[in-house]
């Protein structure tokens, strides 16, 4: 009698399976999905810190130009808003940018990477230490929202 020995193999895997192998693509998908909205939300975000700097340096221009004019019109000609800005010769003459208008310099040429930005500016008297002085408000926004930058000075008459 002979008998036939037919041996038993035991396949053991060392790999995964399938199953496995979707879990962790889905693991490691959510784990991507959550790490690139996170850097896409700072990325964002970073440009803020700029744009605000910049609507502070813009705001401080227009305030400094304007605290540089006469706090009287020196030639009594009222130059306003017909005339263009580089003609402004007194403080109240600045009343002309109440309304949002497009930042510029002095000649009126819109300044390339700044068209955002608007500029609005009020000129109000105001009494201090029993003389007027004039109040000089510069707002500086943005067009894409979240900024507001204020600032004011005070010219007296001397």
């Known amino acids: 009698m002979s008998t036939s020995h037919h041996p038993t193999h035991s396949f053991r895997s060392g790999g995964f399976t399938l199953i496995e192998i979707i879990i962790a693509i889905v693991v490691i998908a959510a784990a991507l999905s959550g790490i690139f909205a996170a850097i896409i ?13 910049q609507a502070v340096i813009l705001a401080e221009t227009y305030l400094e130009e304007a605290m540089l004019k006469a706090f009287d019109d020196p030639d009594g000609v009222a130059e306003g808003c017909g005339v263009p800005r580089h003609q402004w010769d007194d403080v109240q003459d600045y009343n002309c940018l109440a ?26 008297d105001q009494a201090v230490a029993g003389t007027t002085a004039r109040r000089i408000e510069v707002s500086i926004t943005h067009t894409g929202g979240g900024i507001n930058v204020r600032i004011a000075g005070l010219k007296g008459n001397y």
């Open 41 to 53: 939300n700072s990325t964002a975000r970073s440009a803020d810190p700029m744009i605000q700097t």
């Open 99 to 124: 309304a949002p208008t497009a930042v510029a310099d002095h000649l009126g040429n819109t300044l390339a990477g700044l068209n955002p930005y608007r500029v609005t500016m009020t000129v109000t």
